[in-house]
C-alpha cells in the first residue's frame, strides 16, 4: 500500500525558514518523480516543486525558485522540502504526491517555465498547514 505522510509546518514569521518532510511507505520513492503542491483558503491548488525519479533533477515553480529547495534522503525514504525566506503569501496547506504510474510525465521545465500535470498524481498525502504571519 502507498501511503505519504506529510510533517513539519507551523506557525513561522516572514523571512523565516521551515522544513518540510515527505515520509514514504509502500513503494522506495527514489524510483518515483514526487511533487509538492500548495493550496491556500480561497484558491487553487498550486504546484511549486517537482524532483524527477529518473535523475534527481528538480524543478521549481517562479514563485518559489531561489527559496525553496526539494530533496530526498533515500536512507530515510524521505523527500524534504526546505523553505526559506518566506512570506505571508507562502501560507497554505502543502501536499505531497505521486504520479499514477512512472511512465508519466508529470512535471518539469517547458522552454524554461515550470509544468505541472495535477491528473497525473494520483496518490497524495494529506497535507500538513503552513502559516507565515508576524
Same mark, same amino acid.
Not at 518559489?64 to 501560507?91: C, H, W
Given at each position: 500500500?502507498?501511503?505519504?505522510?506529510? #510533517?513539519? /509546518?507551523?506557525? $513561522?514569521?516572514?523571512? =523565516?525558514?521551515?522544513?518540510?518532510?515527505?515520509?514514504?511507505?509502500? &513503494?522506495?520513492?527514489?524510483?518515483?518523480?514526487?511533487?509538492? &503542491?500548495?493550496?491556500? +483558503? =480561497?484558491?487553487?491548488?498550486?504546484?511549486?516543486?517537482?524532483?524527477?525519479?529518473?535523475?534527481? @533533477?528538480?524543478?521549481?515553480?517562479?514563485?518559489?525558485?531561489?527559496? &525553496?529547495? *526539494?530533496?530526498?534522503?533515500?536512507?530515510?525514504?524521505? *523527500?524534504?522540502?526546505?523553505?526559506?525566506?518566506?512570506?505571508?503569501?507562502?501560507?497554505?496547506?502543502?501536499?505531497?504526491? $505521486? +504520479?499514477?504510474?512512472?511512465?508519466? @510525465?508529470?512535471? /518539469?521545465?517547458?522552454? !524554461? %517555465?515550470? &509544468?505541472? *500535470?495535477?491528473? %497525473?498524481? /494520483? #496518490?497524495? !498525502?494529506?497535507?500538513?498547514? $503552513?502559516? $507565515?504571519? #508576524?
Amino acid at each position: 500500500q502507498l501511503q505519504l505522510v506529510e #510533517s513539519g /509546518g507551523g506557525l $513561522v514569521q516572514p523571512g =523565516g525558514s521551515l522544513r518540510l518532510s515527505c515520509a514514504a511507505s509502500g &513503494f522506495t520513492l527514489d524510483y518515483y518523480t514526487i511533487g509538492w &503542491f500548495r493550496q491556500a +483558503p =480561497g484558491k487553487e491548488r498550486e504546484g511549486v516543486s517537482c524532483i524527477s525519479g529518473s535523475d534527481g @533533477t528538480t524543478y521549481y515553480a517562479d514563485s518559489v525558485k531561489g527559496r &525553496f529547495t *526539494i530533496s530526498r534522503d533515500t536512507a530515510k525514504n524521505t *523527500i524534504y522540502l526546505q523553505m526559506n525566506s518566506l512570506k505571508p503569501e507562502d501560507t497554505a496547506t502543502y501536499s505531497c504526491a $505521486v +504520479p499514477r504510474a512512472r511512465s508519466l @510525465t508529470p512535471c /518539469g521545465y517547458s522552454s !524554461g %517555465h515550470y &509544468f505541472y *500535470i495535477a491528473a %497525473h498524481f /494520483g #496518490s497524495w !498525502g494529506q497535507g500538513t498547514q $503552513v502559516t $507565515v504571519s #508576524s
